[in-house]
């Protein structure tokens, strides 16, 4: 049976605990973060809001955002709609907000590994964003306390605490101390 994005939202309707991805004409569930994961996505989401609103660069959104990206195969009608953990739009690709899905590619895609996640799918999903036009997908691992930088045709660039991400190509001057992602301990 394949499944259609008004399937996919009649689903998201009747279980909005669950986050859904149509992939290929399948349904894929996906159960909530764990708390870490999400208040690293929380931070992230923060640190570039603050950058990116007050410069009127784009548009930032989490995890329940999702995107129709072109079709994988050229003969193929099913549609992937697909949803990043965090995601960056550039202002020139989407000037005004949308009250739907968007059909386009994120500039920059984050996924956080949760602690049930494993990494090649993660790998795989940065994979195809780049492939479909995403400039820069990163994947941040709690468990290591890494962020791994992807574009395409480049080696992945692994950060660690100490190091600072920086995304010139797509938003000169902006930087973030890795230590800053991981949620603080309070005493």
């Known amino acids: 049976m394949s499944f259609t994005i008004t399937d996919l939202e009649q689903l998201q309707t009747e279980h909005p605990e669950w986050q859904m991805e149509l992939v290929e004409g399948n349904i894929i569930l996906m159960g909530p973060s764990d708390y870490e994961s999400e208040e690293i996505g929380g931070r992230l989401i923060t640190f570039l809001n603050i950058w990116v609103m007050s410069r009127k660069l784009g548009r930032v959104t989490g995890s329940s955002a999702g995107f129709i990206l072109p079709q994988i195969e050229e003969d193929s009608e099913k549609k992937n709609l697909r949803a990043p953990d965090v995601s960056f739009v550039r202002a020139d690709r989407l000037k005004k907000t949308k009250r739907d899905f968007v059909e386009l590619v994120p500039d920059l895609m984050v996924e956080i590994k949760s602690k049930t996640d494993k990494i090649q799918p ?18 941040i691992d709690p468990d290591i306390l890494t962020v791994t930088v992807y574009r395409l045709n480049q080696a992945p660039v692994v950060l660690q605490n100490g190091d600072t991400l920086t995304l010139p190509d797509l938003l000169p001057s902006w930087e973030l101390a890795i230590s800053e992602l991981w949620p603080p301990e309070f005493d």
């Open 122 to 139: 993660l790998e795989e999903k940065i994979q195809l964003f780049l492939k479909l036009g995403s400039t820069v997908g990163i994947l």
